[in-house]
């Protein structure tokens, strides 16, 4: 309770911000995209987690207001370092499955629109959760942003309860493998084989592939021998401030 009341008061004074992850081509080693990730500065406890109050605003309901936040500022952001004449990669944006209503291509169309930024230069993030909810509504709703010119991405894959057959119902142009498949490669039998069926089976539907939480060289090595299209994590960079990202592309990175 405490903590979604100080959420409230954090919207309203200022105390989220974005970071940004690069992901990185495994071909050509550039940075080809990034995450954004919400940040909590606390006046008192200092940088909070979205592991900790992500679930509370999920439970809420407080995540509406957040995850409008979250899209204004990354369109804003956007928008800022565009005008600055950076190149930029497509930012992706997480969006929680309680976001997922009628009006949510509206809304997004009317915050893209307000900063002047192209459909193509926000992605979306979505779980696996909102698939198993799987109704017509949610493919529609899908459909109606892909239309709009926004990928979507499959976040976190295969630790939710969707089958392979959901997949292909779904306008879906990424899958993200899940870290937790990605800490045993190249050495537990099982993730090298559990990484090596997703990558198979994203290609065959034509999927880009990005796997997350790459910390090692060994690791990077076998995900690129699998064919995987981009990596995310340690390896490469931690999520870091607006202006760090910013510096990073300006490199040529
Ligand atoms: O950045 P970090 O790894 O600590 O994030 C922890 C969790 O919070 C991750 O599961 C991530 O997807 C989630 N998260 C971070 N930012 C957002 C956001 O803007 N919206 C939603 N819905 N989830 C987010
Ligand atoms: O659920 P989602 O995939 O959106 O969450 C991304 C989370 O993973 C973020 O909290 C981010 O900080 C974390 N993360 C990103 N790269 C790595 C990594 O290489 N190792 C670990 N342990 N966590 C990572
Ligand atoms: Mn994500
Ligand atoms: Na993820």
């Not at 990185?24 to 987690?49: F, M």
């Not at 997480?94 to 509206?106: E, I, T, W, Y």
């Amino acid at each position: 309770l405490r903590i979604e009341s100080e959420l409230r008061q954090a919207l309203s004074n200022n105390e989220l911000m974005l970071y940004y992850q690069p992901k990185v081509s495994l071909r050509s080693g550039r940075i080809v995209g990034a995450e954004a990730l919400l940040r909590w500065r606390h006046p008192v406890r200092g940088l909070v987690s979205p592991g900790v109050f992500i679930p509370v605003a999920e439970e809420t309901g407080l995540i509406l207001d957040l995850g409008s936040w979250v899209l204004e500022e990354a369109c804003r952001q956007v928008r800022e370092w565009k005008d600055a004449n950076l190149i930029m990669p497509p930012i992706a944006v997480n969006l929680s499955a309680r976001q997922f209503d009628n009006q949510l291509p509206k809304r997004i169309a009317a915050v893209l629109e307000r900063h002047g930024v192209q459909p193509d230069q926000i992605n979306l993030e979505i779980t696996e959760s909102l698939l198993v909810r799987g109704t017509d509504n949610v493919i529609a709703i899908m459909n109606e942003l892909v239309a709009m010119g926004m990928a979507l991405a499959l976040d976190d894959f295969g630790t939710g309860y969707s089958s392979l057959a959901y997949l292909k119902k779904f306008p879906i142009s990424t899958l993200k493998i899940d870290r937790s498949f990605v800490i045993g490669l190249p050495y537990e039998e099982n993730d090298c084989a559990i990484a090596r069926a997703i990558v198979t089976m994203a290609q065959q539907l034509r999927q880009e592939i990005v796997a997350e939480g790459v910390e090692t060289a060994e690791q990077m090595s076998f995900l690129r021998e699998l064919g995987c299209d981009q990596l995310q994590g340690y390896l490469f960079s931690q999520p870091i401030p607006a202006a760090d990202f910013a510096g990073m592309l300006r490199e040529g990175k």
